[in-house]
């Protein structure tokens, strides 16, 4: 690992957002108007913001619900998506957020009970489900522009997020979600957007029991929710102790040390992420030793291997790892071999 590497184990990276290129034709999609693909705007009608149609936008979501319920959902659906797409595009945001987004979007994450909604055509999810992902989705987007994090915190939105990772959570290992993962899956990454660099929030998620269902959710089938599990609890565990201190005793870090093994290199990635802020932002090392002495032969091989990669951190670090990895080797013979065969598939 080399000193300029050193970002992967800070917080995860907030979804980015598109340029004011599509800002029309989206409005235009979201309206029934027609604008032809061959039309060149200029940069003057690409920055400026149709604020009657976004107005409209937010009053469908506002004027969808009522007594907590939705009365047209495949209604509410459609104005979420096009808001979504509205919210990818950075010049957007202010006048979204200044119009009540916020406000109008975070009771989609409250609708009534998913269980006994009904399905929506054609998917494999409720019609519940279809609206929480796209509330998430807006409120991460209006989440990278950390002047917007509170406001959307405020709300109650952590509230919504952290009921949706729970819900996930009793059928996760037991069968794989359909379609991108769930609202599961969005609200772990837009609580990574609300969290990032903002310690209250991150305080939050731990006071509102955010953090053992993303714990949970590490085990999750589907690989797009595990790898946004590890983003936010990534993102959690950067520069908060308490957080940390939560995450480890959840029993977090077998797990994700587990994760390593993975072939898909979003979930590598984040595990290791999530580690590098757990057990090296302050050379805490021993919970990683500790798992040499586990009882389950995986867990030391993968112990002895995570310190080998991060021997080279710094030298107090690599005088510990070495002694620790050699004791292992000389208690398990096939901890070298186990090094070699995986190691192609991690990197």
Excluded at 62 to 75: H, L, Q
Excluded at 96 to 114: F, I, K, T, Y
Excluded at 196 to 208: A, C, D, S
Excluded at 241 to 266: F, V
Aim: hydrophobic fraction near 40%; aromatic fraction near 2%.
């Amino acid at each position: 690992m080399t000193k300029g590497s050193s970002r992967v184990y800070q917080e995860g990276a907030t979804q980015s957002q598109s340029s004011p290129v599509q800002l029309k034709r989206t409005l235009a999609q979201a309206f029934g108007d027609q604008v032809p693909e061959e039309v060149e705007m200029t940069d003057s009608e690409e920055a400026e913001v149709p604020k009657q149609q976004v107005v409209k936008l937010i009053e469908a979501l506002r004027s969808g619900i009522v007594g907590g319920k939705a009365v047209d959902k495949a209604a509410l659906r459609k104005a979420a998506h096009h808001l979504a797409e509205l919210c990818k595009i950075d010049e957007c945001v202010d006048l979204v957020v200044s119009h009540g987004a916020v406000e109008a979007v975070v009771p989609l994450l409250n609708l009534s009970d998913r269980a006994g909604s009904e399905s929506s055509p054609g998917t494999g999810s409720s019609a519940n489900d279809d609206l929480e992902k796209e509330a998430c989705f807006i409120l991460g987007l209006l989440a990278v522009k950390p002047e917007y994090q509170a406001r959307i915190a405020q709300e109650g939105a952590l509230e919504g997020f952290v009921r949706l990772l729970k819900e996930h959570r009793m059928g996760a290992t037991t069968k794989t979600q359909p379609g991108s993962g769930g609202s599961a899956r969005r609200a772990a990454d837009a609580i990574t957007n609300l969290a990032h660099e903002n310690v209250e929030i991150k305080n939050q998620v731990r006071l509102k029991g955010g953090i053992p269902p993303l714990v949970a959710l590490l085990e999750a089938l589907d690989l797009k929710v595990q790898r946004a599990a590890a983003g936010a609890l990534r993102t959690l565990a950067f520069k908060n102790e308490e957080n940390k201190n939560q995450i480890t005793e959840g029993g977090a870090l077998p797990i994700l040390i587990q994760m390593l093994r993975s072939e898909d290199a979003g979930v590598h990635y984040e595990a290791v992420g999530v580690i590098g802020n757990l057990v090296l932002e302050e050379g805490a090392l021993q919970p990683v030793i500790g798992l040499l002495q586990s009882s389950c032969p995986e867990s030391q091989r993968e112990a002895a291997l995570l310190l080998g990669q991060f021997a080279t951190t710094d030298a107090d670090t690599k005088a510990r790892a070495g002694c620790s990895s050699t004791a292992a080797a000389a208690t398990a013979p096939s901890c070298t071999l186990s090094h070699t065969s995986h190691r192609g598939s991690w990197r």
